[in-house]
C-alpha cells in the first residue's frame, strides 16, 4: 500500500522539525559553553552527537511510518556500533573526559597546573587532550582521560601561594635570636605578603647543622615564586653573615689512634 499525500507531509514535517530541532540545540549548546576551552571542539562534538541521534531517530520513525521493515537495519546497526564503539574506545572516553573536565572545572586556559608528572600553563583544552607549556618551554599534549583521573595542581587557582626554604645553621648559633632575625628578615623582602605572615622554625638537628625552615607566602605564578625565593635566600644570607651567624656546610670528625699523628702512613710489612 503506496503511502497517501497526508504521510508524505507528515514525514517532511517529522524529518524538517528533527533538523531544526537539532541546530536550536547545537547553538544553545554552543552559547553554554561561550567563552569555555572546550567551545571550538568537545562541545561542538557533543552537539553533532546530538544532531546524529535527532535525525536518525526522526528517520527511523518516517520509516516505520511508510511500513519499512527495520528490525533487521538495527540488528545491523547494532553489531556496527559495538563494533566501531570498540575500535574508538580511546577517542571516546577523551572525548568525554574533555566534556567533563570542562564541567567540573578544575582549572581554565592561562592557569598553572600540575599533572601526571608535568608542570606547565595551559594553553587549550580541546575534545582529546590537554595541552601544556611546560615550565621549560617544552609543547605537552595529555589525553583528558589521564588529567581526569590524575590529581590536578592548579597553582594560579588562588592569588597566592606557600613556599619553604630550609637554612642549615652552625651548631653553635643562638637558636631563639637565628629564628627571630630571619623572620624578621625574610618579612622585608620585596614581594613576600604581609598576611599570612613569614614563619621561621627549628626544623631538625641534622648531621652538620641545625635546620631552620622558613616559611613565606607570594604571588602565585611560578615565575613569582622563583623571584620571591631568590630574594629571600639572598636576604637570609646577608642578614645573617651581618650577625655572624654562620651557614654551616657538613664536616667530620676524624678520631686517631693514641701516638698517630695526622697524615702518617704505615710502614709496609
Known amino acids: ?13 517529522v524529518i524538517v522539525a528533527a533538523i531544526v530541532l537539532a541546530i536550536v540545540l547545537r547553538m544553545l549548546l554552543m552559547r553554554a559553553f561561550r567563552g569555555s576551552d572546550s567551545a571550538p571542539g568537545a562541545a561542538r562534538m557533543l552537539a553533532r552527537f546530538l544532531q ?64 601526571n608528572d608535568f ?12 595541552r601544556l607549556l611546560t615550565f621549560d618551554g617544552n609543547d605537552v599534549l595529555l589525553p583528558s582521560s589521564m588529567v581526569l583521573d590524575n590529581p590536578i595542581t592548579n597553582y594560579t587557582n588562588r ?11 652552625d651548631y653553635d648559633t643562638d637558636l631563639a635570636r637565628a629564628v627571630d632575625l630571619l623572620r624578621e628578615t625574610v618579612g622585608e623582602v620585596e614581594g613576600v605578603a604581609a598576611t599570612p605572615a613569614p614563619e621561621a622554625w ?13 616559611r613565606f607566602w607570594h604571588g602565585a605564578t611560578n615565575a613569582e615564586r622563583w623571584r ?20 654551616a656546610f657538613p664536616q667530620r670528625v676524624v678520631h686517631l689512634p693514641p701516638g698517630e699523628s695526622p697524615g702518617a702512613t704505615s710502614s709496609p710489612s
Open 1 to 13: 500500500m503506496s503511502p497517501t499525500w497526508q504521510e508524505g507531509v507528515v514525514a517532511l514535517a
Open 159 to 169: 592569588s597566592d601561594r606557600r613556599t619553604e626554604l630550609i637554612i642549615g645553621l
Open 52 to 115: 546524529v541521534v535527532l535525525v536518525t531517530t526522526a528517520a527511523i520513525y518516517v520509516l516505520t511510518m511508510f511500513g519499512v521493515e527495520i528490525t533487521p537495519l538495527l540488528g545491523a546497526l547494532g553489531i556496527g556500533g559495538i563494533a566501531v564503539a570498540l575500535a574508538v574506545q580511546s577517542v571516546l572516553s577523551n572525548a568525554i573526559a574533555s566534556v567533563l573536565l570542562q564541567i567540573r572545572r578544575p582549572f581554565r586556559r592561562g592557569d598553572q597546573i600540575a599533572t
Open 228 to 247: 620571591v625565593r631568590s630574594a629571600v635566600a639572598i636576604a637570609c644570607k646577608q642578614a645573617l653573615d651581618a650577625e655572624g651567624m654562620v651557614i
Open 119 to 130: 608542570e606547565g600553563r595551559v594553553l587549550e583544552v580541546n575534545f582529546r587532550t590537554v
Open 202 to 214: 627549628v626544623y631538625e638537628f641534622a648531621d652538620s647543622t641545625i635546620n631552620v625552615e622558613v
